[in-house]
């Protein structure tokens, strides 16, 4: 994936939630905190680590502790694309 393609942050994070734990998060919004989701902060970086698979990047650890929604994930794609 190109660094100026756009990503649809929730329809990845739905698409390995479900690969990592079974679950349809269908209701997961840009605004949906991360702890009403239910999963637990291990099933969370395994989902994490999926995206930096699939984009090619590596998020540094001081920035995963500040994720609480999905757009928050979506800020550090960015971020950590245009540092690359």
Not at 7 to 34: H, Q, Y
């Amino acid at each position: 994936m190109s660094n100026n393609e756009s990503i649809d942050v929730v329809t990845m994070f739905k698409e390995f939630a479900f690969e990592v734990s079974g679950r349809k998060l269908e209701s997961l919004t840009l605004d949906t905190p991360l702890a009403d989701l239910a999963l637990d902060s291990v099933l969370v970086l395994e989902i994490v680590s999926h995206v930096e698979q699939r984009l090619d990047v590596r998020f540094a650890d001081e920035d995963l502790v500040h994720l609480t929604t999905m757009r928050d994930l979506g800020t550090l794609i960015e971020k950590t694309r245009r540092a690359a």
